[in-house]
């Protein structure tokens, strides 16, 4: 069985005054469930008093929004995965489709995140996704297999097992507009057999894939009913923490049976 797991991606939002608010309530609508696994992704600027108020909490983990690929040195503006480690971070995006297209991550930068994260006993939540042009022209499973298996490269078993992999349609994301359950499964079944491919078959069968864009109160059910997907990677309902708890709770509904 694999464990569901429900991120909260707050991209460039919330300060800490607003972090304490947002887990007061999150904690008191969703108590401590051990039954899936909560991440909560603030800003680096937040991490630590995300840290300090979630510490007693069993599921409840904290991930990152980016991190650099060096160890320490002369990085201006960077972060690295001992900083994230010593708040306590457990989980770390890499290859959000924002990151790629904004600030142009490569392939084959992702990948040496990837690699560093593992190496810092961080687990990637690794993200590919195709736009909606590359959608049209028949590529979805071309651009999938090439994200997947550039950002997955150098890595053993082991460490692809422990990446969660999320689906995130560029199309999707903020746009109000989810891919439909069977799109994703469609997707989330083919990212499992790319993995079998890249490893084998009982490590496909434990990694955990999480889609993400525009998931909501409203759709989460009949997207996490799907038996591909293992969770989601929740933006911009994340940031309202009534919203982002119904969508765990969905979550655990979903999976529990
Ligand atoms: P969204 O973002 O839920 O606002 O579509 C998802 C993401 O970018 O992770």
């Given at each position: 069985m694999r464990k569901a797991i429900l991120a909260a991606n707050w991209k460039m939002n919330m300060t800490v005054e607003e972090t304490t608010a947002y887990l007061k309530t999150f904690l008191a609508e969703t108590g401590d469930a051990t039954d899936v696994e909560v991440v909560i992704i603030p800003p680096f600027t937040a991490l630590a008093q995300a840290s300090k108020l979630i510490s007693?909490?069993?599921?409840l983990k904290l991930g990152a929004q980016n991190m650099s690929a060096h160890k320490s040195g002369a990085f201006t503006g960077e972060v690295s995965a001992t900083m994230l480690r010593e708040l306590f971070v457990r989980y770390v995006v890499l290859g959000h489709s924002e990151r790629r297209q904004l600030f142009g991550e490569t392939d084959a930068v992702i990948n040496e995140k990837v690699r560093a994260a593992h190496e810092a006993a961080l687990k990637p939540i690794f993200c590919v996704g195709e736009t909606l042009a590359e959608r049209d022209g028949g590529q979805v499973e071309a651009v999938l297999s090439r994200q997947l298996r550039a950002g997955l490269a150098g890595l053993g078993h082991k460490e692809v097992q422990e990446t969660v992999i999320a689906y995130e349609p560029v199309w999707a994301i903020g746009t109000g507009r989810n891919a439909t359950p069977q799109q994703a499964q469609d997707a989330h079944a083919f990212i499992r057999r790319e993995v079998a491919a890249v490893t084998d078959a009982a490590v496909a069968d434990k990694v955990r894939l999480q889609y993400g864009g525009s998931v909501k109160p409203g759709n989460a059910a009949a997207l996490l009913?799907?038996?591909?997907?293992?969770?989601a990677l929740v933006g911009g309902a994340s940031l309202d923490p009534r919203d982002f708890a119904e969508i765990v709770k969905a979550g655990k509904t979903a999976k529990s049976r």
């Amino acid at each position: 069985m694999r464990k569901a797991i429900l991120a909260a991606n707050w991209k460039m939002n919330m300060t800490v005054e607003e972090t304490t608010a947002y887990l007061k309530t999150f904690l008191a609508e969703t108590g401590d469930a051990t039954d899936v696994e909560v991440v909560i992704i603030p800003p680096f600027t937040a991490l630590a008093q995300a840290s300090k108020l979630i510490s007693a909490s069993y599921s409840l983990k904290l991930g990152a929004q980016n991190m650099s690929a060096h160890k320490s040195g002369a990085f201006t503006g960077e972060v690295s995965a001992t900083m994230l480690r010593e708040l306590f971070v457990r989980y770390v995006v890499l290859g959000h489709s924002e990151r790629r297209q904004l600030f142009g991550e490569t392939d084959a930068v992702i990948n040496e995140k990837v690699r560093a994260a593992h190496e810092a006993a961080l687990k990637p939540i690794f993200c590919v996704g195709e736009t909606l042009a590359e959608r049209d022209g028949g590529q979805v499973e071309a651009v999938l297999s090439r994200q997947l298996r550039a950002g997955l490269a150098g890595l053993g078993h082991k460490e692809v097992q422990e990446t969660v992999i999320a689906y995130e349609p560029v199309w999707a994301i903020g746009t109000g507009r989810n891919a439909t359950p069977q799109q994703a499964q469609d997707a989330h079944a083919f990212i499992r057999r790319e993995v079998a491919a890249v490893t084998d078959a009982a490590v496909a069968d434990k990694v955990r894939l999480q889609y993400g864009g525009s998931v909501k109160p409203g759709n989460a059910a009949a997207l996490l009913a799907e038996p591909d997907i293992d969770g989601a990677l929740v933006g911009g309902a994340s940031l309202d923490p009534r919203d982002f708890a119904e969508i765990v709770k969905a979550g655990k509904t979903a999976k529990s049976r």
